[in-house]
């Protein structure tokens, strides 16, 4: 199968649900009902708890699988971050006297996505369209019931648990649940949506920046638990203490790893493009990269320490764009099909990313011109195919950037 056929990891995970028909279980007490971010009921000797509360479009669905295994009234709805993907299903999941347990962040960070909620659905659409179904409707806003800043105690039903926050995650208000006299922990979405993977710092989307520093200290809050049984927001539970305790590790110090070859790169007086290039994981440390990727947190933590500026051009300061002489330089060249042609080279020797920087000229001077675009499509598809199909942003942007040139050259004929 090639790259461009594959279905990467997250995407199988996030439709994992699709073909379920009855909860999984982990435990005695604790069910798992897949979705694209997992929900699980904790049961209680006087009723049940759910950690998350899945996607608005499959809370019927969930409702459904976890009917048969109620024994009581729903205490609580543990929040692990304010995405829809974790707490859209509340409404129809929430009974008259469930409590909404988040941490305080959880309203500031709902607010921002319902602020942003054209510019990040219109990003979110092109990346995820393809891969996450009933994505029209309504996010539900959420009113929490119990805040907290750092930790809070509970007990439901003679059953403990702590809620520690976690501002390293997805968002600055996620948190971790710890059940201390089950040896357990449900992180959410802390270290991603693939386990012992590259944490995705800035997403494609777009999202506020998630801080390497933080990651670690979060990561370590973990660690420290000791934990036996962990479980996350997507995927099967991980088990055993050695076995959790070994991913830990490696996972802390690969990212310590990729935060300081960055920072000894910038006191080289490295660029930020050159460090992306040159900085890997060594065998040892090596981990997924099925929603970030090792290049891409060199760059997150880059501009974490360094801010907006590159220190690369004055223009940078102001608010005109290098495409403002793409006419010039295609004019100088020779005009849209020189480029193309130049592009061309550029693909057959293995350089696509330089061909598409050519072609950007050549078509920002002739947006239809016809060799370019499939000039451009050829080096996209190279892209793809070299990608092996890992991670799903970067395969899912690939894909609609060759469909909506495919487009062009159809409306152009």
């Not at 509360?53 to 109620?70: H, T, V, Y």
Request: hydrophobic share 40%; no cysteine; charged share 25%.
């Amino acid at each position: 199968m090639s790259s461009t056929d594959q279905k990467p990891a997250l995407a199988a995970l996030v439709q994992a649900g699709e073909q379920q028909t009855e909860a999984e279980k982990i435990t005695d007490t604790i069910y798992m009902v897949k979705d694209i971010s997992n929900l699980y009921l904790v049961k209680t000797d006087d009723g049940d708890i759910l950690i998350n509360a899945g996607f608005m479009g499959s809370a019927e669905r969930n409702r459904k699988l976890l009917a048969p295994l109620r024994s009581g009234p729903l205490h609580a709805i543990f929040l692990t971050q304010a995405h829809a993907d974790h707490f859209g299903g509340v409404p129809p999941l929430k009974e008259s006297d469930t409590k909404i347990v988040a941490q305080e962040s959880f309203a500031e960070t709902q607010s921002f996505f319902e602020v942003l909620k054209p510019y990040l659905g219109s990003r979110s659409g092109k990346l995820w369209g393809g891969t996450i179904k009933r994505r029209s409707d309504p996010v539900p806003h959420i009113v929490p019931d119990i805040t907290f800043e750092k930790r809070i105690d509970l007990n439901y039903g003679g059953r403990r648990l702590e809620a520690i926050a976690t501002p390293g995650g997805e968002a600055p208000d996620a948190m971790v649940v710890w059940l201390p006299d089950d040896r357990t922990v449900f992180t959410g979405n802390l270290f991603g949506p693939v386990f012992m993977s590259v944490p995705n710092f800035n997403t494609v989307r777009g999202d506020k920046p998630r801080l390497a520093s933080r990651f670690l200290e979060s990561l370590d809050t973990v660690r420290k638990l000791g934990a036996e049984l962990l479980i996350t927001g997507h995927g099967e539970p991980i088990r055993g203490k050695v076995k959790i305790q070994t991913d830990l590790d490696k996972l802390y110090d690969a990212v310590s790893y990729l935060r300081d070859e960055t920072i000894a790169g910038m006191n080289a007086g490295k660029d930020v493009h050159t460090l992306m290039r040159e900085i890997t994981l060594p065998e040892q440390l090596r981990l997924g990269e099925f929603h970030g990727k090792v290049n891409w947190a060199v760059k997150s933590i880059w501009h974490e320490l360094s801010g907006w500026f590159m220190y690369d051009s004055t223009t940078s300061l102001y608010g005109v764009q290098r495409d403002s002489v793409h006419n010039d330089l295609a004019e100088l060249a020779g005009g849209a099909h020189a480029l193309a042609t130049r592009a061309r080279q550029k693909v057959n020797n293995g350089a696509p990313l330089e061909a598409l920087h050519l072609l950007d000229i050549a078509l920002d001077s002739e947006p239809n011109y016809r060799e370019a675009l499939v000039v451009k499509k050829a080096a996209l598809e190279h892209l793809l195919e070299a990608s092996g199909g890992i991670n799903l942003s970067e395969v899912m942007w690939l894909k609609s950037e060759i469909s909506l040139v495919e487009k062009v050259i159809e409306e152009s004929n």
